[in-house]
């Protein structure tokens, strides 16, 4: 069994920046730096979204087009994170963010392990 671990989220102001971590434990620790990783988010009432994808190896990335010079998604396997950083928060950024791995990074397919984290909440609001 796959444990996700996300954390950093919180309240910013629109503008401000937070870095998301993304911790994976459990059956996927000796695998972890064989997959393509994402993060996604869910808003209040809209389906679960894919906002950013990275390889395996951390060199191919991929994003939404809102989050397109905003966001940055890094990796290191070593630690078994997958990290977001996010710059120029908008108020529509809103949402709780997941990771979870991805099927195709150039077409931002998704997929999962079977299991979701916890999340964690993103407000950007004044």
């Known amino acids: 069994q796959v444990q996700l671990v996300e954390s950093g989220g919180g309240l910013v102001q629109p503008g401000g920046s937070l870095r998301l971590s993304c911790v994976a434990s459990?059956?996927?620790?000796?695998?972890?730096?064989?997959?393509?990783m994402g993060w996604y988010r869910q808003a209040p009432g809209k389906q679960r979204d894919l906002v950013a994808a990275?390889?395996?190896?951390?060199?191919?990335?991929n994003y939404k087009d809102s989050v397109k010079g905003r966001f940055t998604i890094f990796r290191d396997n070593a630690k078994k994170t997958v990290y977001l950083q996010m710059n120029s928060l908008k108020p529509e950024d809103t949402a709780v963010y997941y990771c979870?791995?991805?099927?195709?990074?150039?077409?931002?397919?998704?997929?999962?392990?079977?299991?979701w984290g916890q999340g964690t909440q993103v407000t950007v609001s004044s």
């Open positions: 990275i390889s395996s190896s951390g060199v191919n990335t």
């Open positions: 459990g059956s996927v620790l000796s695998t972890f730096s064989l997959y393509s």
């Open positions: 979870n791995k991805v099927r195709v990074v150039a077409t931002m397919d998704r997929a999962d392990f079977g299991s």
